[in-house]
């Protein structure tokens, strides 16, 4: 089973900032969070992953809570693109099974004109 | 372009025959993995290998094969075992276990007749 509780679906203006809530309250000290969004019928796109510092890369900011019990994916602009499935993830650092990533449902991402 | 590809993209089979999926990456990983996506859901894993010539069940194979005889390729099969196969397949590969991200390939949504 999935770790993370995500909402089922959110709305976001276009050019305006999407902000998605993951709640991950048994988080293990070990296990980073991950990010990942699917544009219907393709492959999963990897977006960012962050351990406990706020992280930002050319497609989104992650910020972590200090007790990382949740963290919030920021679509600084979004576009129209930018609507998909996204997925909140965490995984343990260690090999064998627990290294896999474990997909929930994820939150539906709708960008509106 | 280095990446992963699926082939084909939509498949169709009789029920009580067995499929083979293609999975190829250039990108030299030595990870990959199997998962299966049904209408709504998140994805499941169904078989990674971690290493060439060397792979592990994942949380629903019942019913799947794989092989890993090259570092570039792990085709999956389907077999009549399988009690509902009808599902998107997607293939993903990264550099090593732990925490390095995973590139997904398109792809291969089949359909047992």
Redesign the interface.
């Known amino acids: 089973d999935a770790k993370t509780t995500q909402p089922t679906s959110m709305d976001c203006a276009e050019g305006r900032a999407a902000n998605l809530p993951c709640n991950h309250s048994t988080i293990s000290g070990n296990e980073y969070v991950y990010w990942y969004r699917q544009i219907h019928s393709q492959g999963p796109q990897y977006i960012i992953h962050g351990l406990k510092n706020n992280e930002t890369n050319e497609m989104a900011s992650l910020i972590i809570t200090e007790d990382r019990k949740s963290s919030t994916l920021i679509l600084p602009h979004a576009t129209l693109r930018d609507t998909a499935v996204y997925y909140c993830i965490v995984r343990v650092l260690e090999g064998g099974s627990q290294g896999n990533l474990i997909f929930g449902k994820g939150t539906k991402l709708s960008v509106k004109p | 372009d280095g990446g992963?590809t699926q082939s084909p993209k939509y498949l169709f089979r009789k029920e009580g025959q067995n499929v083979t999926l293609s999975c190829e990456q250039n990108l030299n990983h030595d990870a990959m993995?199997w998962?299966r996506q049904d209408p709504?859901?998140?994805?499941?894993?169904i078989y990674?290998s971690?290493i060439v010539n060397d792979f592990?069940k994942?949380d629903i194979a019942e019913g799947y094969s794989v092989s890993r005889e090259k570092k570039e390729s792990f085709p999956l099969t389907v077999t009549s075992a399988q009690k509902n196969p009808t599902a998107?397949y997607?293939c993903?590969s990264s550099s090593g276990?732990?925490?390095n991200?995973?590139?997904?390939?398109?792809?291969t949504?089949l359909t047992v007749l």
């Not at chain 2, 709504?40 to 894993?45: A, D, F, K, P, V």
């Not at chain 2, 991200?101 to 792809?107: A, K």
């Open positions: 992963i993995y998962y709504g859901q998140g994805l499941r894993l990674y971690q592990q994942g998107f997607l993903a276990w732990g925490i991200e995973q590139f997904f390939g398109p792809g949504r």
